[in-house]
């Protein structure tokens, strides 16, 4: 135990935590996914682990910054491992998976807003009865998810400097800037 005035923390990161890493990337080269079902029922599960271990360490870097960095760090992680994920699916399902992004963005914003949201609002309901929240965070947080989810998934439809559904490279350029900027 490692003490800092009146903070303390283990120096130690649990074993778990270090091994699912190892053990995903031994995976990875035996190419354990290809040996079946078995192999495939392997590889996700160790994939759930070394996922887990990635937030767990993004959190106790989180923890050790402080805020607001620690939530600018933990959202980071969980994006990244996110497009790793859908760039990974991509990469393995050919041309079959072009839309792959956009209809995991449209699930994401669906789990957001009526899942999450929903439960939030029927558990609160339910514990407090009526309750308080702050209508600038609402309004912020909605408004920049209504504002990607019409750049990323409506304006393609209607952009005709590319065949299809699709955007030209500087607009997929100005769309990039501008979800980071949001």
């Known amino acids: 135990m490692r003490t ?13 935590s270090i091994a699912f890493p190892f053990v995903g990337l031994i995976l990875v080269l035996v190419n354990v996914a290809k040996m079946g079902f078995l192999g495939t029922t392997i590889a996700g599960a160790v994939l759930i682990g070394a996922v887990i271990a990635a937030v767990h360490h993004a959190e106790v870097v989180a923890h050790r910054v402080g805020e607001p960095f620690g939530t600018l760090v933990l959202a980071i992680a969980v994006t990244v491992i996110e497009v790793a994920l859908i760039v990974s699916l991509m990469l393995s399902g050919g041309p079959d998976a072009s839309t792959l992004p956009r209809d995991t963005v449209f699930a994401a914003i669906m789990i957001i807003l009526n899942g999450i949201v929903g439960l939030c609002l029927l558990v609160g309901g339910v514990r407090h009865l009526e309750q308080r929240f702050t209508l600038r965070g609402a309004s912020a947080a909605l408004s920049v998810l209504a504002a990607m989810a019409i750049l990323s998934m409506v304006l393609p439809n209607y952009a005709t400097s590319a065949a299809g559904p699709n955007y030209s490279p500087p607009q997929l350029i100005f769309l990039a800037v501008m979800s980071l900027v949001l």
């Open 4 to 16: 800092h005035g009146s903070m303390s923390w283990r120096t130690a990161l649990p074993i778990w």
